[in-house]
Nanobody, 119 residues
Framework: QVQLVEFGGGLVQPGGSLRLTCDAS????????????RGWYRQAPGKERELVAE???????TYGDFVKGRFTISGDVAKNEIYLQMYGLKPEDTAVYYC?????????WGQGTQVTVSS
C-alpha cells in the first residue's frame, strides 16, 4: 500500500521560497526500489497536471521546462522522503503540488499541498 503525505505548502510572496516534503509510509516502496520513480507534479485550476520534477533511483533528475533552475528535487533514502526546494516563486507557480511514487509506470499520488504565490 502506497501512502504519501505532503507538507510545506502555503502562501508566499513573488520571489519567495518554499520547501515541500513528501513523507512515505513504511509500506511504500523505497526511493531505491526497482521500478520506483519519485516526483512532484502540480495542477493549477483549469489546467492539466504537469511534471515539476522527478528523481530516479540512480540519482538522475528531470525537471519541467518551466522550472529553469529555480527548483531542486532531492531525497533521503533512510527517511523514505523526497523534497522540493523552490526559489524565485512566481504567481504562475500557484497550484496544488502532488507527490508521486511511480512504481513500474503506475502513479500513486499524495493528497496534495496548496502553494499560492501572491502579493
Amino acid at each position: 500500500q502506497v501512502q504519501l503525505v505532503e507538507f510545506g505548502g502555503g502562501l508566499v510572496q513573488p520571489g519567495g521560497s518554499l520547501r515541500l516534503t513528501c513523507d512515505a509510509s513504511v509500506s511504500t516502496a523505497g526511493i531505491n526500489s526497482p521500478g520506483n520513480i519519485r516526483g512532484w507534479y502540480r495542477q493549477a485550476p483549469g489546467k492539466e497536471r504537469e511534471l515539476v520534477a522527478e528523481l530516479r533511483r540512480d540519482g538522475q533528475k528531470t525537471y519541467g521546462d518551466f522550472v529553469k533552475g529555480r527548483f531542486t528535487i532531492s531525497g533521503d533514502v533512510a527517511k523514505n522522503e523526497i523534497y522540493l526546494q523552490m526559489y524565485g516563486l512566481k504567481p504562475e507557480d500557484t497550484a496544488v503540488y502532488y507527490c508521486d511514487s511511480k512504481i513500474w509506470g503506475v502513479h500513486n499520488w499524495g493528497q496534495g499541498t496548496q502553494v499560492t504565490v501572491s502579493s
